[in-house]
């Protein structure tokens, strides 16, 4: 597994022992994503019959927008590079993508097979990792997912109660809709798919996987403090904002709601709500 100080890669790592799996974990300091020549000899040396796990990325939307060329080398070419070693191996080859694959100006959730047209650099070179894995390999599952929260890292829900912690109300974003997914969630998803996987199946191809239900960001992070207000004996009133009262560099889609139909009818595991699963990580942070 490329990746292990994410949110996704140190949910793998909480659960792959239970589930039996051998996970040989590799850090930004066993493998630079940049160097192709040092991702091809990781997955040369692993052993016959492994599954590749690329749950490394950049994430920072933001900054992506003036640092293309270090978020094309990461999200583009190295998992292009790893599908290339996986399909000489014959191994395969599991990778995370995103909902900023879409614009957003779709009403309902989006179907894997929807149009794509992303608007940031973020987006664009996930979605040209994408393109990359497809054309150099055959054995491949991509899940787009969306909203990563966990107890690990830094995402919204961490952020939210760290902030309503200290304040009385807090304005929150609601008109871009999406579905929150817990990263363990994510991870439980990569775990069914590596024991249901074979290289004769016939499910490879994309998925979407995400939390169910879909919620605006003002509405997750009401939901927060919902979960959290007997713990602090007061709820934070959220003040709901549009996005044009907070500018940022990346643009971001009005819903990027995912439907997940699609991996639960192949695979049989469906993510819980994400109100559900929220519950589970404010009761994880609790001290």
Excluded at 1 to 10: L, N, S
Excluded at 108 to 136: C, H, I, M, S, W
Excluded at 188 to 200: G, K, S, Y
Excluded at 240 to 255: E, F, G, I
Aim: charged share 20%; with cysteine; proline share 5%.
């Amino acid at each position: 597994m490329f990746g292990t100080t994410g949110q996704v890669a140190r949910c793998v790592l909480d659960s792959a022992g239970n589930a039996g799996l051998d996970v040989t974990a590799l850090s930004r300091v066993n493998v630079d994503l940049a160097d192709q020549d040092a991702i091809r000899a990781a997955i040369m040396a692993a052993p016959e019959g492994s599954v590749v796990v690329n749950a490394a990325a950049y994430t920072a939307v933001d900054q992506a927008e003036s640092d293309e060329a270090s978020c094309r080398a990461i999200n583009a070419v190295a998992p292009t590079v790893m599908a290339e070693a996986c399909h000489k191996r014959g191994f395969i080859f599991l990778h995370i993508s995103t909902d900023y694959v879409f614009d957003g100006s779709k009403a309902t959730p989006y179907f894997e097979g929807d149009p794509t047209n992303p608007q940031g650099v973020y987006g664009t070179t996930k979605l040209e990792g994408e393109a990359g894995v497809r054309e150099v390999h055959d054995k491949w599952v991509i899940l787009r997912t969306a909203w990563v929260y966990s107890r690990y890292g830094k995402n919204f829900l961490k952020t939210m109660l760290r902030l309503g912690a200290d304040r009385d109300s807090l304005g929150v974003v609601d008109d871009q809709r999406g579905c929150p997914t817990h990263a363990a969630d994510i991870a439980t998803a990569l775990i069914t798919l590596v024991d249901q996987l074979r290289p004769d199946d016939v499910r490879f191809g994309l998925y979407h996987f995400c939390g169910r239900g879909g919620a605006s960001w003002a509405d997750f992070a009401d939901h927060i403090f919902a979960v959290q207000s007997d713990r602090w004996g007061r709820r934070p009133d959220v003040n709901r904002v549009t996005s044009a009262d907070y500018p940022t560099p990346a643009k971001r889609p009005a819903n990027s709601m995912l439907c997940s139909d699609r991996f639960s009818s192949a695979f049989g595991f469906t993510a819980p709500t994400w109100t559900e699963s929220v519950q589970t990580v404010v009761e994880q942070l609790a001290p």
